[in-house]
C-alpha cells in the first residue's frame, strides 16, 4: 500500500508559478499476521502412545551437591519415581544409571555404566525399588553411557533416551562421536537431555550439543519442580513445522498449546519411533489449523481434523 503526500508549499507553487511540486511517497508495510498450528491425540489414544523409551540417570559423586537443602540425587530419584508411577502402562522402559559402583580413584570409573533395568513392558515396582537403592560414587562417563543404549535397544527398532546429568563428561569422551556412532548402530535413537542443577555454561553447551547431534532436546531443570516438567516434556512426542528451505521454524507437542507461526506453507513432521509422519500444512492469517494424530488398524497416521 503507498500512501502519497503533498506539501503545501509545492502545492502553491504548482498553482501561483506553473511549477510542477515534488511528490514523496513512503511504502506502508502490512505486518504479516500469524496463525496457529495444533495437534491432538484422536480421542482415547494419548494413553495409548506406546514408545520405547531409556531413562539414564548420572550417579556421579558431584550429584551429593545440594539444591535448596536437598541433595541433587535425592531430588532426581523423587521425581523419577514420580514420573515412572504416572507412565502409561503401554511404554516400554529401561533404566540406565552412570558413576554409581566405583570411585572416582577407581580405575574402572570410566566404564562405570549398567543397564538395571532392560527395557521392557513397564515394571513401575522394579524400576522404583532400583532406584531407591542408587548411591552416587564415581566419575560421569557420560558419551560412553550413551554409546551403551543402542544394544539395549537391539530388538527394538528404535526409541528415546532421556539423560538426567548435573555435569560435563568426565572421561575424555568424545560428543561428537555420539551421532555418527548412534546412526552405525541402525537403531533409531534420539537422546533428549535434562541438566539438572548445571551452573557451568560449558557443561550446558555440551549437553545441549549432544542432543541437538541426535535430534533431541536440551531442556535446563534448576529445582525438583522444573526437573518434573521438564521430565514430563522429554517423555512427549514432539512435532515441528519446517519450511520451503528445510529449516525448522516452530515446535510443539501433541496434546500441548497450540504454536503461533507466520502465514505460509509447512511440513508438519512428528516422530514415532522408528518412523517419521509428515503432512503438509497451509497456515492461514489468524487461524488455527488443527490436526489429529491416529492410530487405524495398527497404523499411524496425521491428518486434518474435521
Not at 511549477?19 to 504479516?32: A, C, F, S, T
Not at 515396582?125 to 537391539?154: M, R
Not at 568426565?170 to 537403531?187: F, Q, R, Y
Not at 521438564?230 to 512426542?237: G, T
Amino acid at each position: 500500500m503507498e500512501i502519497y503526500t503533498t506539501a503545501l508549499g509545492a502545492l502553491i507553487l504548482e498553482l501561483c508559478c506553473g511549477h510542477l511540486p515534488v511528490y514523496m511517497h513512503e511504502k506502508v508495510r502490512i505486518p504479516m499476521i500469524p496463525g496457529l498450528v495444533k495437534v491432538n491425540f484422536m480421542e482415547g489414544l494419548a494413553q495409548e502412545t506406546t514408545k520405547n523409551v531409556e531413562l539414564i540417570l548420572d550417579a556421579s559423586n558431584s550429584m551429593w551437591g545440594q539444591i535448596k537443602g536437598e541433595s541433587k540425587i535425592s531430588i532426581a530419584k523423587e521425581v523419577l519415581i514420580q514420573i515412572i508411577d504416572g507412565l502409561p502402562e503401554e511404554m516400554n522402559v529401561g533404566l540406565r544409571v552412570y558413576g554409581h559402583r566405583y570411585k572416582v580413584k577407581d580405575e574402572r570409573a570410566c566404564q562405570d555404566t549398567e543397564l538395571v533395568v532392560p527395557i521392557g513392558p513397564l515394571q513401575k515396582d522394579q524400576l522404583i525399588q532400583t532406584i531407591e537403592k542408587i548411591t552416587p560414587k564415581g566419575k560421569t562417563p557420560l558419551v560412553y553411557s550413551i554409546l551403551q543404549s543402542p544394544q539395549d535397544f537391539i530388538n527394538l527398532k528404535g526409541g528415546t533416551v532421556v539423560l538426567i546429568s548435573d555435569g560435563i563428561e568426565s572421561c575424555e569422551g568424545d560428543i561428537k562421536s555420539i551421532a555418527p556412532k548412534l546412526k552405525e548402530s541402525g537403531i533409531e535413537l534420539t537422546v533428549n537431555i535434562i541438566g539438572f542443577g548445571i551452573k557451568e555454561e560449558e557443561a550446558r553447551k555440551q549437553l545441549e550439543t549432544i542432543a541437538k547431534s541426535t535430534g533431541g532436546i536440551y531442556l535446563d531443570a534448576k529445582d525438583s519442580q522444573e526437573l518434573l516438567s521438564s521430565l514430563q516434556q522429554a517423555l512427549k512426542i514432539e512435532y515441528v513445522l519446517i519450511d520451503e528451505k528445510g529449516k525448522v521454524k516452530a515446535s510443539g507437542y501433541v496434546g500441548g498449546e497450540a504454536v503461533s507461526i507466520l502465514e505460509g506453507e509447512y511440513i508438519l513432521q512428528l516422530k514415532l519411533e522408528p518412523t517419521f509422519l509428515e503432512t503438509k500444512v497451509v497456515v492461514n492469517p489468524a487461524k488455527t489449523s488443527v490436526f489429529l494424530l491416529k492410530k487405524e488398524e495398527g497404523k499411524w497416521t496425521i491428518k486434518p481434523a474435521d
